[in-house]
């Protein structure tokens, strides 16, 4: 095999190694299986969802609230997301009791740019979060994900995640589902 | 005058029973839109959105976008943001700097600047203005509508559309203490706020009242925060929800309809806890505004608050977390929630980063505390609209009776830790509001504040 075609396999072997691992990881958000999904967050994790301005076409620069200085629907690291699967846990987080019908769909999948050891990857995707619960409570979340991920002991760890939905006025509720 | 509503057999606060048409009738919402938010002082917003001249802030009063923007002449003001033309929405950014409003549909344009125009809001360009009106058109008269009365009180901007609309300060009444202490410095200066980046806005499926009556004085439904208590997001580590504090009292004012959870008047500060926070530079922080606080504010009279409500749909928080909050009406069963934060503006950015993560983590839809709240209104509203539930109102009756006047207050009832004597008594306002009756007609007995109270300098 020539190099070109092996520069070309490994690319596709890790788009796919990627790609399975946030299926898995997506499939643990819709099993509930919170705990087993913290153990795939690094310590030093960024979880950060912008909110989204109205803005004239040549002042997008204010588009989006800003990373660690602005409100932001969420900015925050390991220590609150393990909070949020605490209150979770708790049986008494009444806006998630009882639990709500998640399917988190994941498309467009890109790997942008891996380093040397292929140990971290910035990634790329569409989401796609479907809520139902109750009777007929339903949000459909939609947007833009940037993922890194890290090599951690030969498993896959989300280092970094900014979720940029679609929506400018909030049109759920509350965000008591992981995205 | 006759009304197709019975407003008293409606808010029945003798027996305690207030009807559950309020929240879920279509024509008591329409009604609501023109007797109360035509006239009631309501929050626009901040002056950190519009900081400098031309800088402009869509909001919202009622169902009516506004443009609170501040001219070259640094001038607050508020304007309909709905061209008299057509209708258009004038400005369709959430936020800008224009020097001149341009509307996008047939170019009607309109200036603030007292340098241009004799009245703010004047059309000062209009296409085809001497080919298709014969220069007759009137570009005082169809200017944009601008609201006549408009506030900045220490950073918050407030309007109302009644021209004869009492003085902020008399519609705020002695309200105006607990106010201020989500809007004054935490050393007690006056001011000394400064809004964080970034409005949170997000629709419920409640009616507008329900959030506000909520945060007017509701310490009973304590047990609807038990997670968020357990899953400790306070900001000392290792506690509840918020740093430990004694039981809030229900403070309301009759006849002005505003209320809040907090502490009656005191002469000195509540005790402190040194060093809670787990980092050196927050801790001195605290340490030196609370310091500089005691010195300031000596034996004088002070208050203290968690939350509260200014009739009729402006809610705050004054501490953990330190927000301004908007009930806006979009129908009978939905609100559009909005939410600004405050820090001191001088703090260090390690303090300022704490709470900003703290309100995240606390108010608006991501917040731990916020996220169980919205769901108990969701469902409260989804369950009063049959015909049966329609026919129970609702239980007002916690507390009734308890009523103490509070030394130091004008026109201030205290009804105890578990009461919904502020919810009475907002509804009996939102029920002088709902009669049409006259500002003279509803204004309360002023009883005069025994105290003088402490300002800080
Ligand atoms: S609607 Fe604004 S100019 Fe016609
Ligand atoms: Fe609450």
Redesign the interface.
């Known amino acids: 095999m020539g190099i070109d075609a092996q520069a070309e396999l490994q690319r596709l072997l890790l788009k796919e190694d990627v790609g399975e691992f946030l299926a898995f990881e997506a499939d643990l958000l819709d099993a509930r299986r919170y705990e087993d999904w913290l153990a795939l967050l690094t310590d030093d994790i960024r979880y950060w969802m912008p909110m989204a301005r109205n803005t004239a076409s040549d002042d997008t620069g204010r588009e989006f609230t800003i990373e660690d200085e602005d409100v932001n629907w969420i900015d925050e690291g390991i220590e609150t997301i393990r909070q949020r699967v605490a209150q979770l846990a708790t049986g008494l987080h009444w806006a998630e009791q009882p639990p709500s019908r998640t399917s988190h769909m994941i498309s467009n999948l890109r790997v942008l740019e891996s380093s040397d050891g292929l140990d971290e990857v910035k990634t790329r995707c569409r989401f796609l979060v479907y809520r139902n619960r109750l009777e007929d409570e339903q949000n459909i979340f939609v947007g833009k994900r940037n993922d890194t991920l890290r090599r951690v002991n030969g498993s896959w760890k989300i280092a970094r995640r900014e979720i940029y939905l679609d929506q400018n006025v909030m049109l759920s509720k509350n965000l008591s589902v992981f995205f | 005058m006759t009304d197709r509503f019975e407003i008293d057999r409606m808010v029945d606060t003798d027996r305690g029973v207030i009807s559950r048409e309020l929240f879920v009738n279509r024509d008591v919402f329409d009604a609501e839109l023109e007797r109360v938010f035509t006239r009631a002082w309501l929050l626009v917003g901040h002056e950190g959105l519009i900081p400098d001249p031309d800088d402009y802030f869509v909001s919202r009063m009622g169902k009516d976008s506004v443009i609170l923007t501040r001219n070259q002449q640094n001038e607050i003001m508020v304007f309909l943001n709905s061209c008299p033309h057509r209708g258009m929405k004038v400005c369709?950014?959430?936020?800008?700097n224009e020097a001149v409003f341009t509307c996008p549909y047939h170019g009607w344009s309109f200036s603030t600047n007292r340098d241009r125009v004799e009245v703010p809001g004047q059309l000062v360009g209009v296409p085809h203005f001497e080919a298709g009106y014969s220069g007759n058109l009137d570009r005082v008269k169809w200017g944009l509508p601008r609201c006549p009365n408009v506030i900045n009180y220490k950073g918050s901007i407030w309007a109302s559309w009644d021209p004869d609309a009492p003085a902020f300060e008399d519609y705020l009444g002695d309200m105006k203490l607990y106010l201020d202490t989500a809007l004054d410095h935490r050393d007690g200066a006056p001011g000394g706020s400064e809004l964080?980046?970034?409005?949170?806005?997000?629709?419920?499926?409640c009616n507008w009242k329900t959030v506000s009556e909520n945060f007017a004085g509701d310490l009973y439904h304590g047990i609807?925060h038990?997670?968020?208590n357990?899953?400790?997001?306070g900001m000392a580590t290792g506690k509840s929800r918020r740093d430990a504090l004694p039981l809030r009292h229900a403070i309301g004012f009759e006849g002005l309809g505003h209320g809040g959870l907090g502490f009656p008047p005191s002469y000195e500060e509540r005790p402190f806890i040194p060093d809670q926070y787990g980092d050196p530079e927050i801790d001195a922080y605290y340490k030196q505004v609370r310091t500089a606080r005691e010195r300031r504010l000596g034996d004088r009279m002070r208050v203290g608050l968690v939350v509260g409500t200014i009739f009729p749909n402006m809610s705050f928080h004054a501490d953990q977390p330190r927000s301004l909050a908007f009930a806006h009406p979009i129908s009978e069963t939905e609100v559009?929630m909005w939410r600004?934060?405050l820090v001191d503006a001088d703090a260090p950015k390690a303090v300022k980063?704490m709470l900003?993560?703290y309100?995240?983590?606390y108010s608006?839809?991501?917040?731990?505390t916020?996220?169980?709240d919205?769901?108990?209104w969701?469902?409260v509203t989804a369950a009063s609209e049959g015909a049966i539930a329609r026919r129970h109102g609702f239980n007002y009756q916690l507390g009734m009776g308890k009523e103490q006047p509070v030394e130091g207050l004008r026109g201030a009832v205290d009804s105890g830790n578990y009461s919904e004597g502020n919810a009475r008594i907002y509804y009996r306002r939102w029920a002088q509001f709902m009669k049409e009756m006259s500002w003279d007609d509803m204004a309360p007995p002023q009883t005069k504040s025994t105290v003088e109270v402490a300002h800080g300098d």
């Open positions: 369709r950014y959430d936020q800008g964080l980046g970034g409005v949170q806005k997000w629709r419920i499926r609807s038990q997670s968020a357990l899953a400790e997001i559009e600004i934060y980063d900003r993560h309100y995240m983590r608006g839809p991501g917040g731990m916020e996220s169980d919205m769901e108990n969701t469902s």
